[in-house]
C-alpha cells in the first residue's frame, strides 16, 4: 500500500533563518507531488506541485521553493524565513492528475519567531 | 477570482440527527468535486468525489449532491456520531488539471 511521510512535525525556527522539509511517498511510482500551506482557521493554500522529477511549478509569488530531486521526494525551502511563513504545512499525492484524490502526509507546523 | 465557499460558523449537531454542509462556488464551473474530512492537526482524508453529470453519490451515512446550475454542493451525514466531529472540506477542480481549490471548510461538532 502507499504511505506518505513528511518530516519534521514540528520546528520552530528565527526569522531570517533557512528551511528544509521533506516528504517522501512509497508504494508508487510517478505520483504527482503537492505542497499546501494552511494558516491558522484558513484553507489550503497550493503553493507547488510536481508531475514529474525537477518539475516545479509554484502557484504563489512567495519566499519558498521546492525540488523535486528523486521520483518520490519533494523538498519545501527557504533561503530566509519570514514571520508570515509560519504555518501547517501537507505534503500530498495523487495518482490521477485531473480527478485524482489527494493522500496528504501528517504535516509539518512552523513557527516562525 | 475563483472562490469556495463554505459556511465559517461551526455547525451544531445533536448525535443521530442529520448534518447538512454547503459549498458554494463562485466564478468558475467545477466539472467535479472532492469532500473531505480534517480532523486538528493532521492533514485531510478524502471522503467523495462526484462529477458534474452526477446529481447524487453515496458511501456509508455519507450523501453528496452536485447542482451545476446553481454551482452548490451539499454534503449530509446522516445519524451523525460524536465521531463524526471534524472540519470537512470541499475542493473543487476544473477540466484541465487537479488544481484544487480549497475553502477554509465547516466544523462540525457532534453532541451525545
Known amino acids: 500500500s502507499q504511505t506518505i511521510h513528511q518530516w519534521p512535525a514540528t520546528l520552530v525556527q528565527p526569522v531570517g533563518s533557512p528551511l528544509s522539509l521533506e516528504c517522501t511517498v512509497e508504494?508508487?511510482?510517478?505520483?504527482?507531488l503537492y505542497w499546501y500551506r494552511q494558516a491558522a482557521g484558513r484553507g489550503l493554500q497550493l503553493l507547488f506541485y510536481s508531475v514529474g522529477i525537477g518539475q516545479i511549478s509554484s502557484e504563489v509569488p512567495q519566499n519558498l521553493s521546492a525540488s523535486r530531486p528523486q521520483d518520490r521526494q519533494f523538498i519545501l525551502s527557504s533561503k530566509k524565513l519570514l514571520l508570515s511563513d509560519s504555518g501547517f504545512y501537507l505534503c500530498?499525492?495523487?495518482?490521477?492528475?485531473?480527478?485524482?484524490?489527494?493522500?496528504f502526509g501528517e504535516g509539518s507546523r512552523l513557527t516562525v519567531l | 477570482s475563483q472562490k469556495i465557499e463554505q459556511n465559517s460558523e461551526a455547525l451544531n449537531i445533536q448525535e443521530g440527527k442529520t448534518a447538512t454542509l454547503t459549498c458554494n462556488y463562485t466564478?468558475?464551473?467545477?466539472?467535479?468535486l472532492q469532500w473531505y474530512r480534517q480532523d486538528p492537526g493532521r492533514g485531510p482524508v478524502f471522503l467523495l468525489l462526484?462529477?458534474?453529470?452526477?446529481k447524487e453519490k453515496r458511501k456509508e451515512r455519507l450523501k453528496v449532491t452536485f447542482d451545476t446550475t446553481l454551482k452548490q454542493s451539499l454534503f449530509h451525514i446522516t445519524a451523525s456520531q460524536p465521531a463524526d466531529s471534524a472540519t470537512y472540506l470541499c475542493?473543487?477542480?476544473?477540466?484541465?488539471?487537479?488544481?484544487?481549490?480549497f475553502g477554509a471548510g465547516t466544523q462540525v461538532v457532534v453532541t451525545p
Open positions: 500530498a499525492w495523487s495518482a490521477d492528475l485531473i480527478t485524482g484524490e489527494l493522500f
Open positions: 462526484i462529477r458534474e453529470n452526477e
Open positions: 475542493p473543487g477542480g476544473s477540466d484541465s488539471w487537479g488544481k484544487f481549490q
Open positions: 466564478n468558475y464551473s467545477p466539472a467535479y
Open positions: 508504494g508508487t511510482s510517478n505520483p504527482n
